[in-house]
């Protein structure tokens, strides 16, 4: 399907759709899974230098138009993950997103030097996780004071060598384009935004929070008018690539996402809401693309 191709930081993808990171990346197989089902490129789960259990459970819920998880980025560390990445990179057939996350800059460092050895199409840094406080002076995610969510930019892009860095955002800021601002000129590559939007769910008979974690992060189609403000917002502060990620389930999400200024769309809880959605939302775009007489995707970006 030639009218859906694009490139992500010199990165060729099939489509503009990539694996959202903790949906189906914890292993080679299963990113080379997503791949051939239809993703234009794939992220792996976020590890870290050591492994980690996650949070207990429950841990994730799922409800109408929406899913809550405080999984706790449990992973199996960043050496076992290696050969996954490795498996992937060499079966996919598409571009590899590795994600990496860690409680400090030199965490961040350290981890984007090891990512960088199997020579990933781009690393992604996950400051962003709403249930990841990393043991920095603010206690909160990076992502959400600009000036650290500029110094782990900085850090990571020093130890990436040559493949490009994508830092993941999260919508639990009152001004996301301070943060992408800040990002950009510690010298981001790319954004991906967002990542889920801090939330709680209660159990009013059991009169407790259904979550293990008390709180953790809302996904899925609930928060697609969220993610689509923010890379609105963003697009119009910076000028790196954006992923545009949150919500995305119809083929009409995605050419809203790119509408809005996204040069990617990622999608994630989707995979709940319905059956193989790479290739279905993929199939959509297409459609209305043909329908619209649009005949690239860098050309359904809004009109100023
Ligand atoms: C179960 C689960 C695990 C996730 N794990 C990660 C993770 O490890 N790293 C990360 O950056 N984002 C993680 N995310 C966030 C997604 O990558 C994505 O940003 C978010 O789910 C919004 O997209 P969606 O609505 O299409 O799912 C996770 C999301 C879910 C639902």
């Not at 789960?45 to 949070?55: D, E, F, I, T």
């Not at 560390?77 to 598409?94: C, K, P, Q, S, T």
Request: glycine share 10%; hydrophobic share 45%; net charge neutral.
């Amino acid at each position: 399907m030639r009218l859906l191709e694009t490139t992500l930081c010199g990165a060729r993808m099939p489509n503009p759709l990539v694996l959202a990171s903790g949906i189906w990346g914890l292993t080679g197989g299963n990113l080379v899974r997503a791949a051939k089902e239809g993703a234009g490129a794939v992220t792996s789960k976020s590890c870290s230098l050591q492994a980690r259990p996650g949070y207990g459970t429950p841990a994730l819920l799922e409800w109408d138009n929406a899913m809550l998880n405080s999984m706790g980025l449990s992973n199996p560390g960043v050496d076992a993950m290696l050969d996954e990445l490795r498996f992937a990179i060499r079966n996919a057939g598409v571009p590899l997103l590795a994600s990496a996350f860690g409680n400090s800059y030199d965490d961040f460092a350290r981890m984007c030097e090891r990512l960088a050895t199997v020579k990933p199409a781009l690393i992604e840094i996950d400051i962003s996780s709403p249930n990841h406080k990393p043991g920095v002076k603010t206690d909160k995610p990076f992502a959400c004071v600009p000036a650290d969510a500029a110094k782990v930019t900085e850090v990571s892009k020093n130890s990436c060598g040559r493949i490009p860095l994508c830092v993941k955002l999260s919508p639990n800021v009152s001004d996301i384009t301070e943060i992408a601002k800040a990002v950009e000129e510690a010298g981001a590559d790319a954004i991906c935004a967002i990542n889920s939007v801090k939330a709680m769910a209660i159990d009013v008979e059991a009169r407790r929070p259904v979550l293990a974690n008390k709180v953790g992060g809302l996904t899925g189609p609930a928060i697609f008018p969220i993610a689509l403000r923010a890379v609105y917002e963003i697009r119009r502060t910076v000028e790196v690539p954006i992923i545009g990620t949150g919500g995305v389930t119809t083929g009409k999400d995605a050419v809203a996402m790119m509408m809005a200024g996204a040069n990617a769309v990622g999608v994630g809880s989707a995979i709940a809401f319905r059956d193989k959605p790479f290739v279905r939302i993929a199939e959509e775009m297409g459609i209305f693309m043909r329908e619209n007489g649009y005949r690239k995707v860098s050309e359904l970006k809004l009109e100023e």
